[in-house]
Structures are given as structure tokens and as C-alpha cells.
């Protein structure tokens, strides 16, 4: 036996320096602190000299097998030991991280090693998380339940939830560990967190630069200066990728702008005491400004002849040299490679600067390739849509030659169709051969369906209603089929359609539609809206389309449509028959029932990039429709219109459009008092369509003004204010309209919010139509005694005759005839005035923005009309909500 009874070695002694340190845990209200256990070290002693293991137990273990807790461990029985061995044995013991104490004794070769097992989790739990839902943070967190607590994985819990919060730009954020004591060596690990507000980019500082202003440099910066002028952008908030973004940015200007020198010396962002806000100063070195020198083009390929292709370069000798010039200059040649089957054609730019003359020379070296072809189509992603859906879209074939533009051309139909995610784009592979190429279509599937249950309240309809189920996609083959409900105050309808785009796989749409509209014709008496006649229409439609060409498609369609036209009978029938001195002889021409037989055409040409969100290309359409194919109703219908969309660069897209549109009737001749095109097959223009005016507000129209007239001095208010209970639009077989319209970007916050807002021009007219006959009901005045005498009327029969005269108190007849006899009543007197019948255009000018809120899209427009015809209607403010534009 040694001279030393026993000895111990604790984890105490040797590892107090490991075990504290970063020890970030704090002990709350009611909860156990954790703290590194203390134990006063023992008194130094001589090192015993080495002997043998003659037995090891293990003793306070609870959950752990004895035999684990060796097997951590290089000490075996029977082997030599000496302290330097016992040493590690601790070391061994404190790097499996599942011991909160441990200790071994040793009594002359019988070693203990006596343990005190790390709780086991309960819950994680956290708390004071409101910009950052759990969901987001959970992910991050590597503790969970059942598993041995470690301060280690605090740790590191810890630095990953500050770091989420950084990436949010929230660098204040602090998080605070808290452990709870539970029964059975079990703990609640709480995650307290100060979120602290989001970290500003309070300044930016820009040193060096003196060929242009802070102002224009800040400008082509993505990240933006913390001001009211920025409250709705996300880029004020600081994020370290976007500092180096930044500087690839300044240096793109300063290459764009001739300065092949430029270089960011530093880029530093300084947080500011209170952890809130970030100064960032950038050191600049300008350099010299260059000029294109000699540019030429050399080509290894036959089909490129350098000369021609030196032609049609965009920078020449002598023009200030831009970087972003010659980026796009390989581009093109790219993609002019690209159009003759070179799908992989090296395009090499050399540069030779020449610092004395401040010039930059280039060469561009188109290396030789073989002409490529598509070894095969591979199409990923797509879970619910067929491949076939997909593939009838591209331009290309496998074993076709490569050709650049069919690719353009694929990836632009495949995103109209709006079945998977926006910028879709061909990845393009290299095949088994140098020759042979493989594209491969990533998509990502998106929902179709759409279900939608909303109101609404609208500046045009009063509240709205809205039902629809509608399946772009149905079934993966690309079909739609849809089923909608609309109510309004004014408006109700009732639709079911299927629409079939490739009929047995050939590229030949078909569709068609049943349905039921009623519609509440309406106008305003000064802000009085009143019904004036009501149509409903019940209808079949069927379609068919088919393509001519890549970008011009022919289309064709029959429709009948049998309609009722009615009037209020309580308010313009006298009797049994309509009241033209109500109604006005129009209205009373327009009541009846009618079937339209209608067979039509369009034939359209389009290359918009994208049908859905276009950014550019052009459309054009021409539209007949033919009724006469039996039913009561004869006319041909033509109509034209087209649209140029241009991507003026920073997301700016310019819209012009323009339409126009007649109606030729036939058969049968027109009455002196009405038109041969009836009141509802007219044109009609005004709001939504043209802003600034109201619903149906331009074009030909009959407006009655109460007429407070002697008629031997006639005097008659036209204004606003003295219009009577009639103001009418009549339509018109002819129209036109033309729109310009700019699209303004705005920052990624608002773009999140789903505004997009505009400014827009709107031109257009609506004419020619009979000139209806107009009723004027006056008061007579007796020349003989020079009186007024009053209309009435007799509410049962009809009859009409002058009012008798109103005797003085005293029984003396008076100069008054006011007085009406039994079951008559004084007809109020009104003159009908005709306006508007006249193709000058109609001008307004406004600013609109689109919201796609939470409860359905939103668009709110301001028009002033600039130019308008006596008798138009104008309207500066509109909204709409809880229905489609």
C-alpha cells in the first residue's frame, strides 16, 4: 500500500479555466443559476510514484451506464498510472460535455470515479420574439427536448439567433439564456430576447470623389440614407452583402462613365454607441477619364465576316469609353453567334490601354466553335403540369440547330403562361459531344386554382359581390375551366366557361361560355345616381383560335345572345305605354326584346415578352363581328386596337396604346326618331376605360333642364345645378381612344406591399348618332290678357289641358292660372338639349396606383380632364375595390 491513504482529483482543479469560460447564463426569479461548480482546490502534495489500476468504480452516475461512462475513458485495470494518466482521464470526462461535477479518487490503485450527470431539457422556450416568429427561429436552434444540456450548445444557440437578427439589420438585439430547475435533474432552457430596433444606415460619407457629386454617387447605391424621403424603403437598414454590392455598383459608374482607373480604396461601417444606427464611409480613387481607341473585331468562325460584324459595333474612336457598353456589345455578339447555331461561342474582349493618350483600345475575338445542336430537352420541377404542356411551348426541337432566339422566344411563352415562377430561363448544358447541347427547364410550380370570395365597395357599382372559381391548369394539361358570380347595386351576372388550348395535342384552342348578365344602366343628377333602363341578356358563347405564325394567331366565335330591354314602369310609363315626356322618346325606342345572332373574327398579332406583366414588344388586333345570321338584329362591328409596351431601363415600363371601333348597320331604315343601331349596341366610352370623366360621361348625349321660363323670354340655366331628372349618354356607332401610360418603380419595401403606381394620358371620343327627337314641355301664355297659363295633366287618362285660373281672397279673378281640375296635376315645364355628337377629342391627364391588399386588388385614380365638350360629365377622383381592372 502506498504511504498516501487516498487521493482525489477533481474536474474543480483542473479544468476551472474550461468550464467558466463564456459562461452566459443568468439565474432569473424562482430558477437555479448555473455556475461552474467551486470546490477549494486541495493542498499541494508530492506526486506519488507511478503503480497499477487495480479497480475502477463509477458511482453517482443516474441515466448513463457505467461501462459508457468508461468506455470515454483510457484507464483499464491492470494498466500503470500516474497522475499525468488521471489528468487526462478529467480531461476525457469534461470533453464529453454530459457531466455538471465530476471528481477520481484514488485509494492505493482502486480508483472512484464519482460523477454528477448535466440535466436533460424539458422545453426551449422563447421569449420577446416579435419581429422574428418562432419559425424562423427554431430552425436555427440545435437544443431541443430530451437532450443533455450542455453550455457549449447555449453557446452557440445564442451567437445563431443574434446572427438571424443581424441579417434582419437588428444589430442592438441581445439574447439572455436563463436555465429553470425542474424534479428528476430536468431544466426549461428560456431564451429571453431583446429585439432592439432596426439598425439604420444614419450616413454615408464618400471621400475622393470630385467628378461627381455625393448626391449622384449615393444615387446608383442600392443602400439609402434613413430619411422621411425613405420611409417606405427597405435599403435603409445596413447589410454587409449589400455594401459590397454597393461597390461593385460605383465601380460600374465610374467604368460606364470612362473612368477605367477607378477603384474603392475602403469600404467601413461603424456602428454607433447605441447600437441603432451605422455611419459608412467610402474612400474613392477617380483615376483618369479614358476614350474608345481602335476597335476592331476579329472572327474564327466562317459565318461571321469581321467587316460586317465591325459595322454594326455601338461604340466608335473617340466616344468616351463605357464599360457597360462593351459588356453588352459581347452580349450581342452572343447572342448574333447564338442565331447561327454557335450556342457556345467564345467571345473574348482585349483591351489595350494606353495611359499617355488616355485611350482604351479593343479587339474583340470571336473564337472558333462548332455549330451546335440540341441533343435533348429535359424538363424538372414541374409536379402537377404535364411535360407536354411544357414542351409544346419551346421553338426548338431536339436535333434542331441551336438558335438563340427560339430560346428567347421559348422561355417568353412558357412565363405567359403564369403556371410556374416569374423569369423562368433555360438553363443551356454542354452534351456528350462539343457539338451538342442540352436544355434543361428548372420549373417551379405555383398554385393556379383560384378561389375567391370577396366585397367590395366601388366609386362606379356601390357595393359588390364577387364569387369565382377558376382553374388555369386544370388537371396539368393546361386547360381552363371557370365558374364566377358577380352582384352589384347595378350589375349581377352568372358565367360558366372551359377553354381547351391544344385540342387532341394540335395547337387549335377551343372554348366556350354560357351565361346570364343583368345590367342597371345608371346616370348622375348631380351626385344622385338614378336607373334608367335595365338589360338582360342571356347568351351561348363558342370559340376556336389557331396560330399563323410565330406571333399572329387567327381566332373565330358565334354567339347568341337573347336580350330584354325594360324601363321602370313606375317611373316612365303613363299607363301601359312609355312616357317620352319622362323617358325621353330614345329610351321609350330602346325597350322590347331582340335576339343577336353574331359570328365574329380576330385576327391578332402578338410579341409582348410576357402577356400577363408586359415590359416589351407590341400587339395588335382586329376584331368583326357580323349580326344578322338570324335573330332580329343587323350590324357589322369592326374594331382595331394595339399597344407598344418600352423598358425605358430601371424598371420604367412606357405603355402606349390606342383602339378605335364602328358599327355599320343593315337592313331596314331608321325612324325620324331613332337610330338603326340601337341604344345598347352603341359604343360607350367614359370611366373606367378613359379616366377624368365619369361612367358613360363623353360622347352624344340628352340632358333636361327644368325650364323656369315665361316662353315669350325664354331664359334657360345650363349649368350643373339646374339639370333636370334626365342626362342620358346615347352612345355612339363610332369611337376611339389612346392611352400613354408610365409605370414607376418604387423601393423593394412598397414592391413587397404590392403597389405599383402610374401616370397616364388619356385621349378619346365617342360620335356619331342620330340626332334623337327632343321634347320640350313650356307653359302657355295667353297673348290676349297676357297671363301664364299652367300644363296639367290627368295621372289616368292622360288628357292634358290648361291650368284655370286662382282667384284673389275676395274672389275676384287674379292674373294667376295655377289652378288644376279634379284629378289633374301642374306638369313641371323642361326644354331637352342634344350634346356631345362630335369626334374632337377629349383630354385628361392624371396619376392612379395599383394595391394588391389583403383583401383584394385596389386601384385609386386622380384625373383632371384637360380638354372636354359642352355636356361631358368629368370625374377627378375614382377607386375601386374587391374586383379586377
Not at 504 to 528: E, T
Not at 846 to 853: F, K, Y
Request: hydrophobic share 35%.
Amino acid at each position: 500500500m502506498n504511504s498516501v491513504a487516498s487521493h482525489k482529483f477533481s474536474a474543480r482543479t483542473q479544468l476551472s479555466v474550461i468550464l467558466l469560460a463564456g459562461t452566459m447564463l443568468a439565474t432569473p426569479v424562482m430558477a437555479q443559476q448555473v455556475a461552474p461548480p467551486t470546490v477549494p482546490a486541495p493542498a499541494p502534495e508530492a506526486a506519488p510514484a507511478a503503480t497499477t489500476v487495480q479497480s475502477i468504480t463509477v458511482v453517482g452516475n443516474q441515466r448513463l451506464e457505467a461501462q459508457t461512462i468508461l468506455s470515454y475513458l483510457r484507464l483499464r485495470v491492470g494498466q500503470p498510472y500516474d497522475r499525468s494518466v488521471l489528468d487526462q482521464a478529467l480531461k476525457d470526462l469534461a470533453a464529453t460535455e454530459l457531466f455538471k461535477d465530476f471528481q477520481i479518487t484514488d485509494n492505493s490503485g482502486a480508483l472512484t470515479i464519482q460523477v454528477t450527470e448535466n440535466p436533460v431539457i424539458n422545453r426551449v422556450i422563447l421569449e420577446g420574439n416579435k419581429r422574428l416568429k418562432e419559425d424562423k427561429i427554431r430552425p436555427e436552434i440545435k437544443l431541443a427536448p430530451r437532450q443533455i444540456f450542455t453550455r457549449s450548445k447555449v453557446r452557440a444557440d445564442v451567437a445563431r439567433i443574434i446572427e438571424l437578427y443581424k441579417r434582419q439589420g437588428r444589430f442592438a438585439a441581445t439574447v439572455e439564456p436563463k436555465m429553470v430547475s425542474l424534479d428528476q435533474n430536468r431544466v426549461d432552457v428560456v431564451f429571453e430576447i431583446n429585439e432592439g430596433p432596426k439598425s439604420k444606415v444614419r450616413q454615408i460619407n464618400i471621400i475622393g470623389n470630385e467628378k461627381f457629386s455625393d448626391g449622384e454617387l449615393k444615387g446608383e447605391m442600392a443602400t439609402k440614407q434613413s430619411s422621411l424621403m425613405t420611409i417606405l424603403s427597405s435599403n435603409t437598414s445596413y447589410d454587409p452583402d449589400r455594401l459590397a454590392y454597393d461597390q461593385q455598383k460605383l465601380r460600374l459608374f465610374y467604368l460606364t462613365n470612362g473612368y477605367a482607373d477607378f477603384r474603392v480604396i475602403s469600404a467601413v461601417a461603424e456602428l454607433t454607441s447605441n447600437k441603432q444606427d451605422f455611419i459608412i464611409t467610402y474612400v474613392v480613387e477617380e483615376g483618369e477619364r479614358y476614350k474608345f481607341g481602335d476597335v476592331d473585331v476579329k472572327s474564327e468562325i466562317r459565318d461571321f465576316q469581321p467587316e460586317m460584324l465591325k459595322k454594326l459595333l455601338p461604340m466608335h474612336t473617340g466616344d468616351w469609353y463605357d464599360a457597360k457598353l462593351v459588356e453588352d456589345t459581347v452580349e450581342s455578339l452572343s447572342e448574333t453567334a447564338g442565331l447561327f447555331g454557335y450556342a457556345f461561342a467564345d467571345i473574348n474582349p482585349e483591351f489595350r490601354r494606353d495611359p499617355e493618350t488616355r485611350t482604351m483600345a479593343i479587339t474583340f475575338n470571336v473564337g472558333e466553335s462548332p455549330r451546335t445542336y440540341v441533343e435533348r430537352i429535359d424538363v424538372n420541377g414541374n409536379t402537377l403540369t404535364h411535360d407536354k404542356v411544357v414542351r409544346r411551348e419551346f421553338r426548338l426541337n431536339e436535333g434542331d440547330a441551336f438558335n438563340s432566339f427560339g430560346i428567347k422566344r421559348t422561355e417568353n411563352r412558357i412565363n405567359s403562361l403564369g403556371y410556374f415562377q416569374e423569369n423562368l430561363e433555360i438553363e443551356r448544358k454542354e452534351g456528350t459531344t462539343p457539338d451538342r447541347i442540352i436544355l434543361e427547364t428548372n420549373v417551379e410550380e405555383k398554385p393556379t386554382g383560384e378561389l375567391s370570395l370577396s366585397a367590395g365597395f366601388s366609386s362606379i357599382e356601390n357595393f359588390l359581390l364577387q364569387a369565382s372559381i377558376r382553374q388555369r391548369n386544370f388537371r396539368g394539361l393546361g386547360q381552363q375551366l371557370q365558374a364566377s358570380v358577380n352582384y352589384s347595386s347595378y350589375s349581377k351576372s352568372v358565367e360558366l366557361g372551359f377553354t381547351e388550348p391544344y385540342l387532341f395535342d394540335r395547337n387549335i384552342s377551343v372554348g366556350g361560355s354560357i351565361y346570364r348578365r343583368d345590367l342597371n344602366s345608371f346616370n348622375f343628377i348631380n351626385n344622385d345616381r338614378r336607373t334608367t333602363f335595365q338589360q338582360v341578356t342571356t347568351g351561348l358563347q363558342l370559340n376556336a383560335g389557331v396560330p399563323l405564325t410565330e406571333f399572329m394567331s387567327f381566332f373565330a366565335r358565334y354567339s347568341i345572345n337573347f336580350d330584354d330591354v325594360t324601363l321602370d314602369k313606375s317611373l316612365y310609363y303613363f299607363g301601359d305605354e312609355c312616357d317620352p315626356l319622362v323617358a325621353g322618346r330614345y329610351l321609350c325606342d330602346a325597350i322590347g326584346n331582340r335576339t343577336t345572332s353574331l359570328l365574329g373574327y380576330t385576327l391578332a398579332y402578338d410579341d409582348r415578352d410576357n402577356r400577363l406583366r408586359p415590359t416589351r414588344g407590341q400587339s395588335l388586333s382586329l376584331s368583326q363581328d357580323f349580326a344578322g345570321l338570324g335573330g332580329s338584329v343587323k350590324y357589322v362591328r369592326t374594331r382595331l386596337s394595339g399597344s407598344k409596351h418600352f423598358n425605358l431601363g430601371s424598371r420604367f415600363i412606357l405603355n402606349l396604346s390606342a383602339e378605335g371601333g364602328y358599327i355599320y348597320p343593315f337592313g331596314g331604315r331608321p325612324t325620324p326618331t331613332s337610330d338603326k343601331v340601337r341604344l345598347t349596341d352603341r359604343f360607350f366610352l367614359g370611366e373606367p376605360q378613359m379616366r377624368g370623366f365619369d361612367i358613360r360621361g363623353v360622347g352624344p348625349r340628352v340632358i333636361r333642364y327644368a325650364a323656369t321660363y315665361d316662353p315669350l323670354n325664354p331664359v334657360i340655366d345650363t349649368s350643373n345645378d339646374n339639370r333636370g331628372q334626365i342626362d342620358d349618354a346615347l352612345g355612339g356607332r363610332a369611337y376611339y381612344q389612346g392611352r400613354l401610360e408610365l409605370d414607376i418603380p418604387l423601393g423593394t419595401g412598397a414592391k413587397e406591399m404590392g403597389l405599383r403606381p402610374s401616370i397616364f394620358l388619356d385621349v378619346g371620343s365617342v360620335f356619331s348618332v342620330r340626332r334623337p327627337e327632343l321634347t320640350t314641355l313650356a307653359n302657355f301664355r295667353d297673348p290676349a290678357d297676357g297671363f301664364t297659363k299652367y300644363l296639367c295633366r290627368n295621372a289616368t287618362t292622360g288628357q292634358q289641358n290648361f291650368a284655370t285660373n286662382t282667384p284673389n281672397p275676395d274672389g275676384t279673378p287674379s292674373g294667376q292660372y295655377t289652378t288644376c281640375a279634379t284629378g289633374f296635376t301642374q306638369l313641371a315645364p323642361f326644354e331637352e338639349r342634344f350634346f356631345g355628337d362630335t369626334w374632337m377629342p377629349r383630354v385628361a391627364i392624371g396619376a392612379g396606383v395599383n394595391w394588391n391588399s389583403p383583401f383584394g386588388p385596389f386601384r385609386i385614380d386622380f384625373a383632371y380632364a384637360l380638354r372636354k365638350e359642352e355636356g361631358d360629365d368629368t370625374k377627378r377622383f375614382s377607386f375601386n375595390v374587391g374586383t379586377q381592372f
